[in-house]
Every structure is written in C-alpha cells, then in structure tokens.
C-alpha cells in the first residue's frame, strides 16, 4: 500500500522551540488546532472509540471504516479529520458538499484517492441527491458507475476504485438521507465541552502563544466560551491582544474581565447575539412560542445561523426550548434577562395595573 501523507507530520507545532517567534493573526488558527489525536481536550467517549476504530485498522493494515461526525460550529469535526489520517500515516484530501455540485465533482476525488487513504468530506449534508448516489457505491463496493456518451450511444462504464474512507462532516446531521448515513460505520455526535475541558484548552493555547495566564483567568475564558473550543480560542486571542496593550502581556482575572467586558460577554458566555434573539422572542413574540423564520427575519439573520450557530448553546444552557409550536424562552431564560415571565402580557409590556408600570422590561 503506498502511504505519502499529504499533510506530513513535521509541520506540528513545537511549543517549546525556542525561536521566539510569535505567530500572529489567522496563521494562530494552524497553530492552535491540535495536530495528533492525543492533543486533543474533551470528547474522552468520542475520542476512545475513533482511536479503537482507528488502532484496529493499523493493526489489521485494512482500510478504515467511513466515519461520520456531527455536531455545533467549532467543536472539532474538521480537526478529528484532519488527525485521523496523521495517526493512521496516509494520504488526507479535502472536499467540501457544497461545492461538489455535480457527480463529476466529486470524480477525480474518487480515482485520486489511494488506497487506506481519508477523503474529508465537509458540510457533507449540502451534497446534491445525484452526488449522494453516485456515492453509494463508492462507498459500499468501492466502485463507480459513469455514464458515457448521451441518448441512444450512452453505456455505463463500471470503475473499481481503490479501498478508501470517507469522513464526512456535519451541523446538520438531520438533513442527510437515511440510505447515506447507514453507509457510515462509525458515527459521532460531538458535544459542547465542559469548563474544565476549555480551561485546559486555554491553558495549552496560552503556551503555544506565549502568553501568561491565571488559572482564574483560564477559567474565567472557558466560562465565557459557550462551550466551544473556536470560541475559547478567539476569546484567548482577544484578551491576549487586550492583555498586551493594556497590562503587559500578563493575562490575571480582571484582565480577563475587563476584555471580555469590551466584547459584551456576559457572564454565562453569550455575546450580543445571543442576548438579542433572546431579547427578540422575549419583546416581539411575548416570550414565546415564536417560529424560527419570524425570528430570524426580525433579527435580518438566515434562518440556517440561527438554528447552527446560535441556538444550539442556548437550548443545550436550557435558556430556550424548542416546542411544536416554536421557540419559547425557559423559567431560567427570563431570569437571565432580568425579567419575570408574569411581566411579559399586552405586547411585552408589564400588567396593567402593575404598580411598577414604568418599569423597564430589561435591566439598562
Ligand atoms: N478537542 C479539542 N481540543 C483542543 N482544541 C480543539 C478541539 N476541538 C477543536 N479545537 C479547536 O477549535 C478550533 C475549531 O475546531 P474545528 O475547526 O475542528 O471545528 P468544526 O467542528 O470543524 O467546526 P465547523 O462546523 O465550523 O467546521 C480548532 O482550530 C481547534 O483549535
Ligand atoms: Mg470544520
């Protein structure tokens, strides 16, 4: 089997080499992301069952089973495809769904793929019906069917591919097609990861970037992350900026505060956005039941980065549930807000007749 990593294993990062150099900018994005599977923080369940999945394919010299790992924006689908392929030593290429718009697409994918090697299918729900099918058989049999010429000439020319895994990653792992998703043999939900989890991902990202940190201040960022690692590090990314030009590089808590403060973090980890779609169910729909487009289009958002990237955190903090009639704020979502549920009749104003009539409906 021939195995040229595409991605060598000599481009990880050393934290420890003494160059002095301070990456700056997007390049942190390459730096920060855990390059071999033991680098990663969380996700013990997850991370046991890949790395038996993955040991038993070394061992036996087989081809991996194709996996498929869903979960919120952030949270590691693109960085446990990318060290899957470094702890097996073979060949990673990447796709995208949404851009694999026809089979031909997906095509030169296919035959390029040598064999044990890992094709990263990304977004793999926006894939289009003809290109699911077309890889079904791809990924049963290792085999293709192409179509050639067209009308009465037309023949189907059957390929044999070499043995290959796909891994597919998703936020919406609903939108696939049960036929799609049987054909993966590993299937992984990623969950939000716990302040610990976060903090020490905020401790071993200070060191890559060389800045220095409380363990209040660690903790105080993965409080303030919504339980994402991508946000965990932009935070990190912010307060150090904030750090440097205003306290001497040294991140302690009130640092850590006073930056997150800057950004309108509040102390559960939401951020502006966050507080106003709560805001906007609470004032324009009455707390709730309100459909998702109605407040999607009230806040001028796509319905698609509500229900990927906004909601999932606040249903998970059960800040808001999600009921047959549509989203309603939770007991604990009014009392984040500062405002009691009785208050909220006659169009979000309070009770006629409320000796506290005049009182605004949020705290200023
Ligand atoms: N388990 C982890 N340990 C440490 N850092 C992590 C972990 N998971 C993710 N990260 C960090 O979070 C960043 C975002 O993760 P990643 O790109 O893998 O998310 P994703 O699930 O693919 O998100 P999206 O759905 O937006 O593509 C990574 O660059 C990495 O630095
Ligand atoms: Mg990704």
């Given at each position: 089997m021939?195995?040229?990593?595409?991605?060598?294993?000599?481009?990880?990062?050393?934290?420890?080499?003494?160059?002095?150099?301070?990456?700056?900018?997007?390049?942190?994005?390459?730096?920060l992301?855990?390059?071999?599977?033991?680098?990663?923080?969380?996700?013990?369940?997850?991370?046991?069952?890949?790395?038996?999945?993955v040991?038993?394919?070394?061992?036996?010299?087989e081809?991996?089973?194709?996996?498929?790992?869903?979960?919120?924006?952030?949270?590691?689908?693109?960085?446990?495809?990318?060290?899957?392929?470094?702890?097996?030593?073979?060949?990673?290429?990447?796709?995208?769904?949404?851009?694999?718009?026809?089979?031909?697409?997906?095509?030169?994918?296919?035959?390029?793929?040598?064999?044990?090697?890992?094709?990263?299918i990304?977004?793999?729900?926006?894939?289009?019906?003809?290109?699911?099918?077309?890889?079904?058989?791809?990924?049963?049999?290792?085999?293709?069917?192409?179509?050639?010429?067209?009308?009465?000439?037309?023949?189907?020319?059957?390929?044999?591919?070499?043995?290959?895994?796909?891994?597919?990653?998703?936020?919406?792992?609903?939108?696939?097609?049960?036929?799609?998703?049987?054909?993966?043999?590993?299937?992984?939900?990623?969950?939000?990861?716990s302040?610990?989890?976060l903090?020490?991902?905020?401790?071993?990202?200070?060191?890559?970037?060389?800045?220095?940190?409380?363990?209040?201040?660690?903790?105080?960022?993965?409080?303030?992350?919504?339980?994402?690692?991508?946000i965990?590090?932009?935070?990190?990314?912010?307060?150090?900026?904030?750090?440097?030009?205003?306290?001497a590089?040294?991140?302690?808590?009130?640092?850590?505060?006073?930056?997150?403060?800057?950004?309108?973090?509040?102390?559960l980890?939401?951020?502006?956005?966050?507080?106003?779609?709560?805001?906007?169910?609470?004032?324009?729909?009455?707390?709730g039941p309100a459909?998702?487009?109605?407040?999607?289009?009230?806040?001028n958002?796509?319905?698609?980065?509500?229900?990927?990237?906004?909601?999932?955190?606040?249903l998970?903090?059960?800040?808001?549930?999600?009921?047959?009639?549509?989203?309603?704020?939770?007991?604990k979502?009014?009392?984040?807000?500062g405002?009691?549920?009785?208050?909220?009749?006659?169009?979000?104003?309070?009770?006629?007749?409320?000796?506290?009539?005049?009182?605004?409906?949020?705290?200023?």
């Amino acid at each position: 089997m021939s195995r040229e990593p595409i991605i060598s294993s000599d481009d990880a990062f050393e934290p420890d080499e003494p160059s002095g150099y301070t990456p700056l900018g997007r390049e942190d994005d390459q730096v920060l992301r855990p390059q071999r599977m033991e680098d990663m923080v969380g996700q013990r369940e997850v991370y046991e069952r890949l790395m038996i999945a993955v040991d038993a394919a070394r061992i036996r010299q087989e081809t991996l089973g194709h996996i498929l790992l869903d979960g919120p924006p952030g949270l590691g689908k693109t960085t446990f495809a990318t060290c899957i392929p470094r702890a097996l030593d073979v060949p990673l290429q990447i796709a995208s769904g949404a851009a694999l718009s026809a089979p031909k697409d997906l095509l030169p994918y296919l035959t390029n793929a040598q064999e044990g090697s890992v094709l990263f299918i990304d977004e793999i729900h926006r894939l289009p019906k003809a290109v699911e099918e077309f890889m079904y058989p791809a990924m049963e049999d290792f085999r293709i069917d192409i179509t050639l010429g067209e009308g009465v000439s037309a023949r189907t020319v059957n390929m044999a591919l070499r043995p290959f895994t796909i891994i597919g990653a998703t936020t919406r792992s609903g939108l696939l097609s049960a036929p799609l998703r049987d054909r993966f043999q590993v299937r992984e939900h990623l969950d939000f990861y716990s302040h610990e989890e976060l903090t020490e991902i905020t401790r071993r990202n200070a060191r890559k970037l060389r800045v220095e940190i409380d363990d209040e201040a660690a903790l105080k960022i993965a409080i303030c992350s919504r339980g994402t690692p991508r946000i965990t590090n932009n935070r990190l990314r912010w307060v150090r900026d904030y750090a440097t030009t205003k306290a001497a590089g040294k991140i302690t808590l009130p640092v850590a505060e006073a930056a997150l403060g800057m950004l309108g973090v509040d102390p559960l980890g939401l951020d502006p956005q966050d507080r106003k779609y709560m805001e906007t169910i609470l004032r324009v729909f009455h707390g709730g039941p309100a459909g998702v487009e109605a407040i999607a289009h009230t806040l001028n958002l796509a319905v698609d980065t509500l229900t990927d990237e906004v909601e999932p955190f606040l249903l998970r903090s059960e800040l808001v549930v999600r009921t047959p009639r549509g989203r309603k704020l939770t007991a604990k979502g009014y009392e984040h807000l500062g405002v009691s549920p009785d208050a909220v009749i006659n169009g979000g104003r309070p009770r006629r007749g409320n000796d506290d009539s005049d009182r605004p409906l949020f705290a200023e």
